[in-house]
């Protein structure tokens, strides 16, 4: 999870407001191929995505989700190209507007939503024994060995969370009270209160890209970006090569503030709280008196920043694309929201494993209580039933490179504008991103 850099810069202003529209993705239709460069993808931004095609009449057709005829050849070949473009395996049609959730839902067997109690306590044994591992590599690897020592650890504490967000969705266990202890102990190395995180995932999975709803990524609105050239240069960095770590603003804002909470929920948050703070008071001595400051560095810092490298990468790569809205709420539909805007991609099997296939994101939107080791059976079916409407990926560098390089400020007929479009001047974070990360897909 992560959120707007320009909130934990300014967090005494208040939200601007910005009035927003239908979203379009053109693609120009014509007998010849769409013509689309991966270097004007970076150059022009978001303007990509309309595939300039030489014809005697072009007509552009906007990629709005009607119930429409099967797509022609042309925009499937657009599509192919303009997913090769981005680092995507595939870029899904859109899906019709008279689809529901509740079609995609009862399009699922019914086992996939079975808790096991084996398999979710085995689920717990992988990710204790594979922490222990890493702390007992740190202790053990040379220095120049510790960043394969920490690249463990902190996938193997995601982990973990992955095992407390199955709890915050009631899909761990049938005994609540049990979920939400194991919750608490899952999050408590991360120093990450639990119920606060829950409350606020809630409104993420119910407002997924919605404008101002949703609490993980969002686009940069141009009135943040204007605001001042120090907040302008804090989120060009935050948004570009500090973005696999911007889910830290995001654990920092939203989860230790009571203001933020309903009255309701002030009370477990405050249980939360309580125990983290007791975990750092007690944990974090201990290990100091035990091996020192750089000890702390190294057994829990480290571990803790590879952990947020992978909470800031699983949640932009699971939402954010060139080609995904973010809509308004009077435009938002939850099925395209959570089907055709919610990315599936894979990791190498090592990560998966580790993290308890956290990536196999399409159908924990679908429906949350499916525990993540059904998380797989799910999409399988997914795929058989609406294959055509899904955004798929392998986790490759261009994929990267296009959300750090082009998905910055929002708009509303583009989706996004890149930040050296808007201001070429400040943007050399961009710039070197743009020399230095590889274009591999």
């Given at each position: 999870?992560?959120?707007?850099?320009?909130?934990?810069?300014?967090?005494?202003?208040?939200?601007?407001?910005?009035?927003?529209?239908?979203?379009?993705?053109?693609?120009?239709?014509?007998?010849?191929?769409?013509?689309?460069?991966?270097?004007?993808?970076?150059?022009?931004?978001?303007?990509?995505?309309?595939?300039?095609?030489?014809?005697?009449?072009?007509?552009?057709?906007?990629?709005?989700?009607?119930?429409?005829?099967?797509?022609?050849?042309?925009?499937?070949?657009?599509?192919?190209?303009?997913?090769?473009?981005?680092?995507?395996?595939?870029?899904?049609?859109?899906?019709?507007?008279?689809?529901?959730?509740?079609?995609?839902?009862?399009?699922?067997?019914?086992?996939?939503?079975?808790?096991?109690?084996?398999?979710?306590?085995?689920?717990?044994?992988?990710?204790?024994?594979?922490?222990?591992?890493?702390?007992?590599?740190?202790?053990?690897?040379?220095?120049?060995?510790?960043?394969?020592?920490?690249?463990?650890?902190?996938?193997?504490?995601?982990?973990?969370?992955?095992?407390?967000?199955?709890?915050?969705?009631?899909?761990?266990?049938k005994n609540k009270?049990?979920?939400?202890?194991?919750?608490?102990?899952?999050?408590?190395?991360?120093?990450?209160?639990?119920?606060?995180?829950?409350?606020?995932?809630?409104?993420?999975?119910?407002?997924?890209?919605?404008?101002?709803?949703?609490?993980?990524?969002?686009?940069?609105?141009?009135?943040?970006?204007?605001?001042?050239?120090?907040?302008?240069?804090?989120?060009?960095?935050?948004?570009?090569?500090?973005?696999?770590?911007?889910?830290?603003?995001?654990?920092?804002?939203?989860?230790?503030?009571?203001?933020?909470f309903r009255p309701?929920?002030?009370?477990?948050?405050?249980?939360?709280?309580?125990?983290?703070?007791?975990?750092?008071?007690?944990?974090?001595?201990?290990?100091?008196?035990?091996?020192?400051?750089?000890?702390?560095?190294?057994?829990?810092?480290?571990?803790?920043?590879g952990y947020h490298?992978?909470?800031?990468?699983?949640?932009?790569?699971?939402?954010?694309?060139?080609?995904?809205?973010?809509?308004?709420?009077?435009?938002?539909?939850?099925?395209?929201?959570?089907?055709?805007?919610?990315?599936?991609?894979?990791?190498?099997?090592?990560?998966?494993?580790?993290?308890?296939?956290?990536?196999?994101?399409?159908?924990?939107?679908?429906?949350?209580?499916?525990?993540?080791?059904?998380?797989?059976?799910?999409?399988?079916?997914?795929?058989?039933?609406?294959?055509?409407?899904?955004?798929?990926?392998?986790?490759?560098?261009?994929?990267?490179?296009?959300?750090?390089?082009?998905?910055?400020?929002?708009?509303?007929?583009?989706?996004?504008?890149?930040?050296?479009?808007?201001?070429?001047?400040?943007?050399?974070?961009?710039?070197?991103?743009?020399?230095?990360?590889?274009?591999?897909?």
């Amino acid at each position: 999870m992560a959120c707007r850099l320009a909130d934990s810069m300014v967090l005494f202003m208040g939200p601007h407001q910005r009035p927003t529209g239908s979203q379009k993705i053109g693609c120009f239709s014509s007998p010849g191929l769409c013509q689309l460069k991966w270097e004007s993808l970076l150059v022009k931004g978001v303007k990509h995505k309309r595939c300039s095609i030489p014809s005697r009449g072009t007509r552009f057709i906007q990629a709005v989700a009607v119930p429409v005829a099967p797509p022609s050849e042309d925009s499937a070949d657009c599509r192919k190209q303009i997913a090769e473009s981005y680092g995507f395996r595939q870029i899904g049609e859109p899906l019709p507007e008279n689809v529901t959730m509740k079609d995609v839902i009862d399009s699922l067997p019914k086992k996939v939503f079975e808790i096991d109690d084996v398999k979710a306590w085995k689920s717990v044994l992988i990710s204790v024994s594979s922490y222990a591992l890493g702390l007992l590599m740190i202790s053990k690897a040379p220095w120049y060995l510790l960043p394969l020592a920490w690249a463990w650890t902190g996938t193997a504490v995601t982990g973990l969370f992955v095992i407390g967000h199955d709890c915050a969705h009631k899909s761990f266990s049938k005994n609540k009270l049990l979920e939400d202890i194991v919750g608490t102990l899952a999050f408590l190395p991360l120093i990450y209160p639990y119920e606060p995180w829950r409350f606020k995932h809630d409104k993420h999975h119910a407002k997924t890209n919605m404008l101002r709803g949703d609490t993980a990524w969002h686009p940069v609105w141009k009135e943040e970006f204007d605001t001042s050239p120090f907040l302008r240069k804090a989120i060009i960095y935050g948004y570009g090569p500090f973005r696999p770590w911007m889910s830290i603003a995001h654990w920092l804002i939203w989860h230790f503030d009571l203001s933020k909470f309903r009255p309701n929920e002030v009370k477990r948050v405050k249980i939360s709280l309580a125990c983290v703070f007791a975990f750092m008071a007690i944990g974090w001595p201990l290990i100091i008196l035990k091996t020192g400051i750089a000890g702390w560095i190294k057994y829990w810092l480290m571990p803790w920043l590879g952990y947020h490298f992978w909470m800031s990468t699983f949640t932009m790569v699971h939402h954010t694309a060139p080609h995904i809205p973010f809509k308004s709420p009077n435009e938002w539909n939850a099925a395209q929201a959570q089907l055709n805007g919610t990315v599936h991609c894979d990791y190498p099997k090592w990560i998966e494993i580790l993290c308890h296939n956290i990536n196999v994101h399409i159908p924990h939107h679908i429906s949350p209580r499916i525990p993540s080791y059904n998380l797989k059976a799910a999409h399988k079916s997914i795929q058989q039933n609406w294959g055509k409407y899904l955004n798929e990926a392998s986790w490759n560098w261009r994929l990267m490179k296009t959300i750090m390089t082009v998905c910055h400020i929002y708009d509303k007929e583009q989706n996004y504008v890149a930040f050296d479009q808007l201001a070429p001047e400040d943007s050399q974070p961009i710039t070197f991103l743009k020399s230095v990360m590889p274009d591999h897909a």
